[in-house]
C-alpha cells in the first residue's frame, strides 16, 4: 500500500515534466550515440534550427499552432473525464467545413469571410465530435472507440469527396481549387511588414494569435467559469455531479463539441493559413500528438503552450537535424518524439516518485 | 508472562503532523483492549506502525516480549498480528475458501492449500464458534458473515493478535452481539484483541482495558471497569463533552413533504425501496434508523430528485412533485436539500479547492459571478464567513478538499446546506467518520434547525444519534418501513428488532 505523494505545486507542474524531458533526451542522446553520432552536435543542430533563426522560429511557432489546438481539444474532454483520441478526424472533418464555407461563398469580403471560415471548421469538428459524445453519453459507447472509428471514417470520408466531388476536374491531385485570396489568413511576415518590420517569411500566420487567444480562452472557460465547474465536476466525481443536479450526458456532449471544435484550430491553421486549399492528410498526425501535449501540459493552458513549443522545436528541429545530419533520417527524429512523448506522458508517474523520494528530506527540512 | 505488545516511545510524522508522539501501550496477553481517539488522534497510525504499513520514525515494538522489527503486513503476520480492517479486504466473486487461502495458497498447484483450509476452517469453527460454509460465494453472504471471513483469515494466518478497525460500523446490533460474543471466545482460548472504536458502549460492553488517544499522545489507559463513558469522552476531547444533546419536547407544524407509496428500482433492476410512506412536518426531526443498505441511501436520493420513482407520489408543501421539477435542482429550489450521506462520493468534489466544493450545487447562484463566470474571490468569502460560523479548521478556503479531516469537510457540507435556508433538510450520516467534538456540534446545529421550524428527515445507521436527535423514528429493512416509533417510547432492543425485519405484526 503506498501513500499518495503529496508535493508543492511547483514540483508537479515544472520540476516533475523538466525532469522527465531532461531524462528524454538523454536516453535520445544516446540512441544518437549508439547510430555513431555526436549527440551534443545534434542537440545543437536540433536548436539552432528550430529557433536560431527566423525563419526556424517561424515554422517552429508554426507547428506549435497546430499542437495548441490539438492539445486543447484533447484536455477540455479530458477535464470531462473523457479521453478524445479523435482529433484528428474531427481537423479532417473541419478542413471540409472550412473548405465549403470559403468555396462557396468567395463573393464576401475576407473580413466577414475569414471568421465564417473558422466558424465553418469549428463547427464541422464540433459535429464529428459531438456524435461520439452523444453516443457516449446516451448509449455508454466507450469515447476512445468511437473517436478512433471517426478517424478512420474521416480519412475515407475526406478521400472520397476530395477525388470524387471537391476536385476539379482538370486537377489530377486530390485537393480543393485555391480559396479565395481574400479568405487567406495573412501571414506573420506581411502582417509584421505592414507595420515596417522585417521578419523573416515562413508558414507563421495570424492563426498563431489565435491559439493563444483560445488557450486563454480556454483556462477562463475551464477554471473561472459555471460551464467550466461542471465540466470539472463530471471529470473529477460524476456522481457529485449528479448530487449537484450537473446533467453528465449534457455536459458530455457540450465537453465533446468544445473539443472537436478546437481540433479545428488545426484546419484553420494548415489550411487557411498555409496550404489555402483542402487537401488529403493534411492533418498529418497533430491530432494524435495533441494527446501527449495535453498529457506534458497537465491540461492546463499555460503547459499546453509551453508542450506545445517543445513539439514545435523538436518538429522543425528535427526537420533540420535530419537534413544536416543524413546519418539522423526523419525516422530518428520520430524516434526521438517518441522517447520524449514516453518519459513525459507514461513514465511521468516514475520521475514523480523519483523527485519525492529526493526532495522529501528537503522539504522536511523547509517545514520544520 | 510478558505482554502480548508492548510499545514503547513510538514516534511517527507525516510532514507537519506529528500523527504519533512518544506514544506508549502495553497489551496483556488474553484480554481485550479497547483504543478510543477521535479521528486524526492518532490510532489508525498506530495500529498501521503496528501492522507494518507504516515504519515508526522512532520507537520500539515488542510482540511477547522480544523486540522486532515490523516492515511490512508480512512481518506482522509473521510475527502473530492479524488485522481486520473496517473496509474488508476480499475479493467478493471468490468462496470464503478462496478467500481465506489468498496469499497462503502455498504452491503452485491449490489442491494442497484447499484441503488445509478446509480442515483449518473446521477446526476453528469448532474451537470459536465460527460457523461458516467455506464454498460459499464471499460476496453473497451477509455483511456480518464477510466480517468473519476476515477474522478466519487472520486466524488462518496464525494470528494470536487480533487487531479489529471499527468492526462494527457496518453491523446490525444482533451481529455486533455476536461479535463481541466471538471476542469473547477467543479471548478464553487466550488471543489477544485489540478494538478500535469510537463507539464509547462497545468499549464498555467488551473490552478489559482501554487506552485513549488525543492529538497523536496517548494520554490514559484504564481498566474499562474503573471508568465511564463520560470520562472516557473528556479524554479524548480534551474537555468537557455532552454526548446527549438536550432538545426541548415542540409542537411540530404543517406537514411539508409527504411521500405516498414510493419504489424505487436501482440501476442494477432491484427493488431497493419499496412502497414506503412517510411524513416530515415542520419542526420535527424524523430518523429513519437501519443497518446500511437496506434502501435508506436509495430513498434519500429519490426525495433529493437524483433518482426517479417507479412508483408512488412526493408532495411538497401540499402539491404534488411532477416529474418536470423532480430533479436535484428543481428540489432544491422547492428549499428541499440534502446533506448526502457519502460527502466524498458525493456531497464533495475532493480535487476541488474547498470553495469550488462549497458551491457544489449553487453554482446558478448569481451572486457567485457575473454572466456565465465564477468569481473566484466571491466563493472565497462566501466559505470563509462560513467557516467561521461552523468553526472549519483550518481556515483556508483554498486548501483542497480532501486534506479537511472528515469534520470539518462535514462541516463545510452541512454549511453549505444549512445556510442556503432550508424548508426541509435531507440529512445522511450527518457524523460518520466525525470527531465527538464535532458530532456535538452537529446535532446542536440540526436541532436548532429543527427549532427554527425545519422539517429534517435524518438517515443515520447509528442508533445512538437517531435516538438522541429524532422525535419519530421509522425503522427500514429491504427497503421497507417496518415500524415508526415515538423516539421517547422505543429503545435499542426494540428498534433493533425492527430493523432486522421483524415487523410489528410478527413481533
Known amino acids: 500500500m503506498s501513500a499518495p505523494i503529496d508535493l508543492p505545486k511547483w514540483v508537479d507542474t515544472a520540476l516533475v515534466p523538466a525532469v522527465s524531458v531532461v531524462a528524454a533526451f538523454l536516453v535520445a542522446g544516446l540512441v544518437v550515440v549508439g547510430i555513431g553520432e555526436n549527440p551534443l552536435t545534434a542537440t545543437r543542430l536540433l536548436i539552432q534550427g528550430s529557433l536560431g533563426t527566423g525563419e526556424g522560429l517561424g515554422f517552429t511557432l508554426f507547428y506549435t499552432t497546430n499542437f495548441i489546438f490539438t492539445g486543447l481539444a484533447v484536455a477540455v474532454a479530458y477535464h470531462a473525464g473523457l479521453f478524445n483520441i479523435g482529433a484528428e478526424g474531427q481537423a479532417t472533418l473541419a478542413g471540409l467545413g472550412a473548405a465549403l464555407v470559403l468555396l462557396n461563398l468567395g463573393f464576401l469580403p475576407g473580413f466577414l469571410l475569414i471568421p465564417l471560415g473558422i466558424l465553418g471548421a469549428a463547427a464541422f469538428g464540433a459535429l464529428w465530435a459531438a456524435i461520439p459524445g452523444y453516443l457516449q453519453a446516451k448509449r455508454g459507447s466507450h469515447i476512445v472507440i468511437t473517436t478512433i472509428m471517426f478517424n478512420w471514417l474521416a480519412s475515407v470520408l475526406i478521400v472520397y469527396l476530395l477525388v470524387n466531388v471537391l476536385r476539379e476536374p482538370t486537377n489530377m491531385n486530390p485537393e480543393t481549387p485555391a480559396f479565395p485570396v481574400q479568405s487567406q489568413i495573412p501571414f506573420m511576415h506581411d502582417v509584421f511588414a505592414a507595420f515596417g518590420i522585417e521578419i523573416a517569411p515562413s508558414q507563421l500566420n495570424l492563426t498563431f494569435v489565435l491559439a493563444l487567444a483560445a488557450a486563454y480562452g480556454i483556462w477562463l472557460l475551464i477554471y473561472r467559469s459555471r460551464l467550466g465547474y461542471a465540466i470539472r465536476t463530471i471529470g473529477f466525481n460524476p456522481l457529485a455531479a449528479v448530487y449537484a443536479g450537473i446533467s453528465p450526458a449534457r455536459v458530455t456532449v457540450i465537453a465533446m463539441i468544445l473539443s472537436g471544435a478546437l481540433a479545428g484550430g488545426l484546419a484553420v491553421n494548415e489550411l487557411m493559413g498555409y496550404q489555402h486549399r483542402l487537401l488529403l492528410e493534411f492533418t498529418s498526425g497533430y491530432g494524435f500528438v495533441g494527446i501527449a501535449v495535453a498529457l506534458m501540459g497537465r491540461a492546463h493552458p499555460l503547459g499546453i503552450i509551453l508542450a506545445s513549443l517543445l513539439f514545435g522545436i523538436l518538429y522543425q528541429g528535427g526537420a533540420e537535424l535530419a537534413f544536416e545530419q543524413p546519418a539522423i533520417t526523419r525516422d530518428m527524429v520520430v524516434v526521438i518524439g517518441g522517447i520524449i512523448i514516453l518519459f513525459a506522458g507514461a513514465l511521468e508517474g516514475l520521475f514523480r516518485r523519483v523527485v519525492a523520494r529526493m526532495l522529501t528530506p528537503a522539504l522536511k527540512q523547509v517545514r520544520a | ?507
Open chain 2, 1 to 507: 508472562m510478558p505482554s502480548a505488545i508492548e510499545l514503547h516511545a513510538i514516534n511517527k510524522r507525516f510532514g507537519e503532523v506529528h500523527a504519533n508522539k512518544d506514544v506508549n501501550l502495553t497489551v496483556e496477553r488474553g484480554t481485550i483492549h479497547g483504543i478510543v481517539g477521535e479521528n486524526g488522534a492518532g490510532k489508525s497510525t498506530l495500529m498501521s506502525i503496528l501492522y507494518g504499513f507504516y515504519e515508526a520514525d522512532s520507537g520500539e515494538i515488542r510482540v511477547n516480549g522480544k523486540s522486532v522489527s515490523i516492515r511490512s503486513p508480512n512481518d506482522a503476520i509473521f510475527a502473530g498480528i492479524g488485522m481486520v480492517h473496517q473496509h474488508f479486504m476480499l475479493v467478493e466473486p471468490l468462496t470464503v475458501v478462496e478467500n481465506v487461502m489468498l496469499g497462503a495458497e502455498g504452491g503452485t498447484m491449490l489442491r494442497g492449500g484447499e484441503a488445509k483450509v478446509r480442515a483449518e476452517l473446521a477446526r476453528l469453527a469448532h474451537d470459536y464458534g465460527l460457523e461458516i460454509d467455506p464454498d460459499a460465494i464471499v460476496g453473497e453472504l451477509s455483511v456480518g458473515l464477510q466480517q468473519r471471513v476476515e477474522i478466519l483469515k487472520a486466524l488462518y494466518r496464525g494470528a494470536d493478535i487480533l487487531i479489529l478497525d471499527e468492526p462494527t460500523a457496518v453491523l446490525t446490533p444482533a451481529e455486533a452481539d455476536a461479535l463481541f460474543k466471538l471476542l469473547r471466545a477467543l479471548r478464553a482460548q487466550g488471543k489477544t484483541v485489540v478494538l478500535i472504536t469510537h463507539k464509547l458502549r462497545e468499549i464498555m460492553a467488551v473490552t478489559d482495558r482501554v487506552s485513549v488517544m488525543r492529538r497523536g499522545e496517548m494520554v490514559a489507559t484504564v481498566e474499562t471497569k474503573d471508568t465511564s463513558p463520560p470520562e472516557l469522552a473528556e479524554l479524548m476531547v480534551g474537555r468537557h463533552v455532552l454526548l446527549h444533546v438536550e432538545k426541548s419536547e415542540r409542537e411540530p407544524g404543517a406537514p411539508l413533504l409527504e411521500v405516498d407509496n414510493l419504489s424505487v428500482i436501482d440501476n442494477r433492476g432491484v427493488l431497493r425501496v419499496a412502497n414506503v410512506s412517510l411524513t416530515v412536518r415542520a419542526g420535527e426531526i424524523v430518523g429513519i434508523a437501519g443497518v446500511a443498505g437496506n434502501g435508506q441511501s436509495e430513498l434519500l436520493e429519490t426525495l433529493a430528485g437524483m433518482r426517479q420513482p417507479v412508483l408512488g407520489t412526493i408532495k411538497f408543501e401540499g402539491r404534488e412533485i411532477g416529474f418536470a421539477e423532480h430533479n436535484p435542482h428543481g428540489m432544491r429550489k422547492l428549499g428541499l436539500l440534502h446533506v448526502p450521506e457519502d460527502r466524498l462520493r458525493m456531497g464533495l468534489v475532493s480535487a476541488f479547492p474547498a470553495f469550488e466544493s462549497a458551491a457544489l450545487g449553487f453554482t446558478d447562484d448569481p451572486r457567485l459571478g457575473p454572466g456565465p463566470l465564477l468569481d473566484h474571490d466571491r466563493m472565497i468569502a462566501d466559505l470563509s464567513s462560513k467557516m467561521e460560523a461552523y468553526d472549519v479548521r483550518p481556515r483556508a478556503p483554498r486548501l483542497k478538499s480532501s486534506k479537511f479531516s472528515g469534520g470539518n469537510q462535514q462541516k463545510i457540507v452541512l454549511a453549505r446546506e444549512i445556510e442556503r435556508n432550508p424548508k426541509v433538510l435531507l440529512v445522511g450520516q450527518p457524523t460518520r467518520g466525525v470527531d465527538i467534538g464535532a458530532i456535538e456540534f452537529i446535532h446542536r446545529r440540526l436541532i436548532a434547525l429543527r427549532d427554527a421550524g425545519v422539517g429534517i428527515l435524518l438517515v443515520s445507521v447509528e442508533l445512538d444519534e437517531i435516538m438522541n436527535l429524532s422525535d419519530r423514528i421509522l425503522t427500514m429493512c429491504g427497503g421497507q418501513i417496518t415500524g415508526e416509533r415515538k423516539a421517547s417510547e422505543t429503545d435499542e432492543q426494540d428498534l433493533g428488532l425492527l430493523m432486522a425485519g421483524v415487523t410489528e405484526q410478527a413481533a
